[in-house]
């Protein structure tokens, strides 16, 4: 039997799935570091040695994200567009078919819109900026003096979000440490910044597609806080994928176990 692997190179992390054709077997995420080649074949061999696997059971290696174009260990790489529309075909809630994919990452966010058979119409993607990604609560976190865990269930916890205008990630900041000063509560200064957040990226959607059922996916779909911010914003409910920080990298072993199939 042949197992497939797919690898995710991020802005912040390194992610690997391990898929058997038919369903995932195993994740494994490393920070990106200065040698992606070294993590990846690290990463190869632990996700082999903790599933009993042998180099050689591994019948193909699918490549995706910022890095995609130098890890040598991949036999082919994609699109992170593709990956993501492909994943979640594996990470999908049973007899749920989303129609928009939102996927918030370290450094980008990404809508992905998806017809019925899960092929991709159209995608809007936001690299420019920091608002609207991981990095934006990332900064939260650390003036408010908590942790990137912490920052969603402390969120719900608000009796009264701020207002927090700035769609500049820069100014957000300043914005954040003035309320700070002015002694706002922590938790409405954390709920203010998620709604922020949900604002700007559904601000990225094209109206004639917002209808679509939505599947959040990415390391942002992990925080209690962005979801609840983007059903407030939406007033519809929004889905969370399986392994949502995985999404990319499973994506990218579904193709490859479709690939490596063939040859």
């Given amino acids: 039997m042949k197992y497939f692997v797919g690898f995710d190179g991020g802005s912040t992390y390194l992610k690997a799935a391990l898929f058997d054709g038919k369903q995932v077997v195993d994740t494994l995420v490393c920070n990106t570091g200065i040698d992606n080649n070294g993590t990846s074949e690290d990463m190869l061999r632990k996700i082999c040695k903790k599933n009993g696997l042998a180099r050689n059971d591994i019948g193909y290696i699918m490549a995706t994200g910022y890095s995609r174009k130098i890890l040598e260990l991949a036999d082919d790489d994609i699109s992170e567009i593709t990956a993501h529309a492909y994943g979640v075909r594996v990470t999908a809630p049973k007899e749920y078919h989303p129609g928009i994919v939102v996927d918030i990452g370290g450094q980008d966010s990404k ?43 402390l969120s ?99 193709i490859a176990s479709e690939r490596g199939q063939r040859e």
């Fill in 111 to 153: 809508i992905i819109y998806l017809d019925e058979n899960y092929n991709i119409r159209n995608f809007t993607m936001n690299d420019k900026c920091a608002a609207g990604t991981g990095k934006f609560l990332e900064i939260a976190a650390q003036i408010l003096e908590t942790t990137i865990d912490q920052i969603g269930p």
């Fill in 156 to 254: 719900l916890e608000s009796k009264e979000p701020c207002d927090i205008n700035s769609t500049c990630v820069v100014f957000a900041q300043s914005e954040v440490i003035s309320l700070v000063a002015r002694k706002y509560d922590r938790r409405d200064i954390l709920y203010g910044m998620h709604l922020s957040m949900a604002k700007r990226i559904i601000k990225m959607m094209k109206r004639s597609q917002k209808g679509g059922d939505i599947l959040m996916t990415g390391g942002g779909a992990k925080n209690v806080g962005i979801c609840r911010a983007f059903e407030e914003e939406l007033m519809k409910e929004v889905y969370v994928a399986a392994y949502p920080q995985f999404n990319g990298a499973i994506g990218a072993a579904l």
